[in-house]
């Protein structure tokens, strides 16, 4: 049941893009993403709640395709903070009541 | 606010040995939930509660209890400590459970079994 994120790890220069993706067996009816610091809890970035909808914070900028089950992350132009581990989340049904999970987490370093 | 609390935030504990991770919330949330993060493997949801009295099983649920008698507490208790708990647990809470609500989190507990 656990979304499953791709890539596992990447690594980057200052100033160079990158894409995270974040892929579901189930039905997805919001996404959202959040961001973990090295030894912090993870901090919410953004929510996706229509199919093709875009929401942009800053220089980072997520898509949502409910068909594919699908959801993509773009970091245009990073910075060193943008350092940490990634996560999108969503929530599924279980016999009528919501939960909250999340998926399995991409790493970004980002060197100067 | 102090948003989202956790203690402790360290724990060693021997095999068998029992304990309870304490979470709590001023936010007046009514979702609670109980996350462990192990390299490799993203947040895994242990136990969740949609408000006080209601607790149901997430992913990972094997020997861990949960209770929720009020709507700013939610105490995770380990029975009899395996080494395969070894983990960082992280509490969060939302205000509903429904998909437009932000989790927030509490800044974890590490747990150490030997």
Known sequence: ???????????LREGEDAVI????????????????????APVFLMILLKGGEQKGHEKISASFNEKK?????????????????YFCGTEITTSGTYKYIFGTGTRLKVLA | N??????????????????TLQCAQDMNHEYMSWYRQDPGMGLRLIHYSVGAGITDQGEVPNGYNVSRSTTEDFPLRLLSAAPSQTSVYFCASSYDSSPAETQYFGPGTRLLVL
Do not use: D
């Open chain 1, 1 to 11: 049941q656990q979304p499953v994120q791709s890539p596992q790890a990447v690594i």
């Open chain 1, 21 to 40: 993706n974040c892929s579901s067996s189930k039905a997805l009816y919001s996404v959202h993403w959040y961001r973990q610091k090295h030894g912090e």
């Open chain 1, 69 to 85: 089950q699908q959801s993509s992350l773009y970091l245009t132009a990073s910075q060193l903070s943008y350092s940490g581990t």
């Open chain 2, 2 to 19: 102090a948003g989202v609390t956790q203690t402790p935030k360290f724990q060693v504990l021997k095999t068998g040995q029992s304990m």
